[in-house]
């Protein structure tokens, strides 16, 4: 689960993660934002009028969502179950309010906040997307105070200073926790295999 400041490059370490690796499947959530130009619908977000949103909502489809500058959010249950299913690791790229909501209902998810280097780096990325205006730039920016008071909340810390060693420094983290010995799920078995193995090893140099 990668959060960040609106700007602060998580979906865009989202795309390189999901460029580079076939381990992992992007977490496509719902909004009632409109969509901007370069967004494909199904692909970047589930774009929803908000009666389609709030009646989701109501039927309990979300595993979390939140409003975000004047707009909704959510992560559907089912796109996360079908990742899930296919073996794969689920890319969630979510605001904070979300990510709580996400922490308690998942036990075992990994959440990195990434932080940009600076003020100004952040104001600079947001002006240049610029699709929504000054307004939208301000209540963005005024986020952004909120959302970094809770980069502490998170497993892991990157600052998106230079996006090459950000994205390093994610896979790095992906590696490590799929090395946890409390995820491997067959570990058992394995370790029963191979002292079984080692037993007829030792027996071996008796004979
Ligand atoms: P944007 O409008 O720039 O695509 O996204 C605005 C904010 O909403 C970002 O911080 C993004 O991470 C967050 N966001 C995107 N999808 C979800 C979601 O499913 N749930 C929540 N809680 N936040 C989301």
């Known amino acids: ?41 199904s692909v970047d977000y589930y774009f929803l009028a908000p009666d389609e949103f709030q009646a989701k909502v109501e039927a309990g489809e979300f595993l979390e969502w939140a409003a ?5 959010y959510g992560t559907l249950a089912s796109t996360i179950e079908t990742i ?43 002006s240049l997307r610029s699709t929504e205006g000054i307004a939208d730039l301000e209540v963005r920016l005024q986020h952004a105070v909120e959302e970094v008071g809770a980069a502490t909340e998170y497993d892991y810390v990157v600052v998106n200073a230079d996006l090459e060693q950000a994205v390093a420094a994610v896979h790095h983290i992906i590696d490590a926790e799929c090395q946890r010995a409390a995820r491997l799920s067959n570990l058992g078995e394995t370790m029963k295999e191979l002292r079984d193995a080692l037993k007829r090893e030792a027996q071996s140099l008796r004979q």
């Open 1 to 41: 689960m990668l959060s960040s400041p609106s700007g602060g490059g998580k979906t865009t370490i989202a795309k390189a993660l999901l460029t580079a690796r076939r381990d992992v499947a992007y977490s496509v959530s719902a909004t009632t934002r409109p969509r901007r130009p370069k967004e494909r619908n």
């Open 68 to 72: 975000y500058a004047g707009y909704l």
């Open 84 to 126: 899930m299913e296919s073996g794969k690791h689920a890319v969630l790229d979510i605001e904070v309010v979300g990510a709580r909501k996400v922490r308690e209902r998942l036990a075992n998810v990994v959440s990195i906040f990434i932080l940009p280097p600076s003020a100004g780096v952040l104001r600079e990325r947001l």
